[in-house]
């Protein structure tokens, strides 16, 4: 099972908050989630970026790989 670091999009229709989840890779974007890291407000300025930084670092140790926005959002925590 190929574990991935991924946003699940809340909110309402052009107002997007998303949510950081572990999820396995082939479930789909607002699928069953293995757990729920933070969450992410793009909306607000500046946006509000909150994630658990040890759930974070646990779930990366076991091996799930973050997608792509949110390797940025790493970046801009400074959870490298």
Do not use: C
Not at 40 to 47: G, K, L, R
Request: avoid cysteine; proline fraction near 6%; aromatic fraction near 6%.
């Amino acid at each position: 099972m190929a574990v991935k670091i991924r946003l699940r999009r809340t909110g309402a229709k052009k107002n997007p908050s998303y949510r950081v989840v572990v999820a396995d890779s082939k479930s789909p974007r607002n699928g069953k989630i293995i757990a729920q890291i933070g969450h992410y407000n793009p909306m607000n300025h500046p946006a509000v970026i909150n994630i658990d930084a040890e759930a974070a670092k646990y779930w990366l140790s076991k091996g799930a790989q973050p997608t792509d926005s949110v390797k940025i959002l790493f970046t801009k925590i400074n959870l490298n």
